[in-house]
T-cell receptor, first 115, second 115 residues
Framework: DAGVIQSPRHEVTEMGQEVTLRCKPISGHDYLFWYRQTMMRGLELLIYFNNNVPIDDSGMPEDRFSAKMPNASFSTLKIQPSEPRDSAVYFC?????????????FGPGTRLTVT | AQSVAQPEDQVNVAEGNPLTVKCTYSVSGNPYLFWYVQYPNRGLQFLLKYITGDNLVKGSYGFEAEFNKSQTSFHLKKPSALVSDSALYFCAVRASNTGGFKTIFGAGTRLFVKA
C-alpha cells in the first residue's frame, strides 16, 4: 500500500493567490482528515469527512478555506485568497472505521509558504 | 471539552537509559488514547493506543505506555533509549462516548537521545 499521498510536497505562492492541496487516502478508509501544523498552534484539525461527507468543519479558520471530497479516493483543501499567516504544513490523514477505534494514517504533508 | 497536556517541551536522555514522555488528558467518559511519533519532514506515525483492558500497552519500536485512570495520565516509556528515537512525540485523546471522531493532539514533546 502506498499510504496516504499528498501533493504538492512544497508550495510557495504569493499573497492573494489561490492554493489547492490534494490528498489521496488509503484505499478502503472511510475517514479523511485535514490538519494544519504550525510552531505556534501545534497540530490543528481543520475538517474531517466520513464516506466523502464533511462531518465536522469547525476547525476551518475562515471562509477562505474550503475542502471537498468528490469521491472516496480524492480530497482537496483550497485556500482563496491565501495570506502569509496561512503558511504551515498541511497534513492529510485517513482511518479505516470509527469503531473499534483505529489510528490515523498521515501523509507526508504539504509545506505551504505564502509570501 | 477534550484536552491533552504534554508538560515537557523537550526530554533529554542518554542512549541506553530509560525514557519517559509525559501526557495527561481531560475527556468526558472513557478515553481512547494514542501516541504518535514525527520524524523531520515526515507525517505523524502511529506508535500505540489504549482502548480498554490492560493498563500497560505495548507498541512499535519497543515503546510502551501506561494508562492511569486516577491520574488521567498516559505516559510513554521505553526501557532503553536509542539515538534513532530522537523525534517529536504526540499524545492524542478521543472521547469514546461521542458520535464524532475528533481526536485532540497535544503540543508535542521533542525527545533528544544523546549517544
Amino acid at each position: 500500500d502506498a499510504g496516504v499521498i499528498q501533493s504538492p510536497r512544497h508550495e510557495v505562492t504569493e499573497m492573494g493567490q489561490e492554493v489547492t492541496l490534494r490528498c489521496k487516502p488509503i484505499s478502503g478508509h472511510d475517514y479523511l482528515f485535514w490538519y494544519r501544523q504550525t510552531m505556534m498552534r501545534g497540530l490543528e484539525l481543520l475538517i474531517y469527512f466520513n464516506n466523502n461527507v464533511p462531518i465536522d468543519d469547525s476547525g476551518m479558520p475562515e471562509d477562505r478555506f474550503s475542502a471537498k471530497m468528490p469521491n472516496a479516493s480524492f480530497s482537496t483543501l483550497k485556500i482563496q485568497p491565501s495570506e502569509p499567516r496561512d503558511s504551515a504544513v498541511y497534513f492529510c490523514a485517513s482511518s479505516p472505521h470509527r469503531e473499534p477505534p483505529y489510528e490515523q494514517y498521515f501523509g507526508p504533508g504539504t509545506r505551504l509558504t505564502v509570501t | 471539552a477534550q484536552s491533552v497536556a504534554q508538560p515537557e517541551d523537550q526530554v533529554n536522555v542518554a542512549e541506553g537509559n530509560p525514557l519517559t514522555v509525559k501526557c495527561t488528558y481531560s475527556v468526558s467518559g472513557n478515553p481512547y488514547l494514542f501516541w504518535y511519533v514525527q520524524y523531520p519532514n515526515r507525517g505523524l506515525q502511529f506508535l500505540l493506543k489504549y482502548i480498554t483492558g490492560d493498563n500497560l500497552v505495548k507498541g512499535s519500536y519497543g515503546f510502551e505506555a501506561e494508562f492511569n485512570k486516577s491520574q488521567t495520565s498516559f505516559h510513554l516509556k521505553k526501557p532503553s533509549a536509542l539515538v534513532s528515537d530522537s523525534a517529536l512525540y504526540f499524545c492524542a485523546v478521543r472521547a469514546s462516548n461521542t458520535g464524532g471522531f475528533k481526536t485532540i493532539f497535544g503540543a508535542g514533546t521533542r525527545l533528544f537521545v544523546k549517544a
